[in-house]
């Protein structure tokens, strides 16, 4: 098993970066958006406020 992560500032761009990072590192894994979950991440003074996470 394998976990990726990236990085947004909302979550729509976490899981759009997790898209993007998916299609261009494994282009064979299957992967849905509705299999990554988007956690909080950082604080107040951190630029990227969402992380999203897939295991595949």
């Known amino acids: 098993m394998q976990r990726e992560r990236a990085y947004g500032r ?3 761009e976490a899981l759009s970066n997790l898209d993007k990072l998916m299609m261009s590192k494994h ?7 509705d299999s990554a979950q988007v956690f909080d991440y950082g604080n107040e003074k951190s630029e990227y406020k969402f992380v ?5």
């Open 10 to 12: 909302t979550r729509e």
């Open 27 to 33: 282009p064979d894994a299957i992967f849905s958006r």
């Open 52 to 56: 999203a996470e897939c295991i595949f």
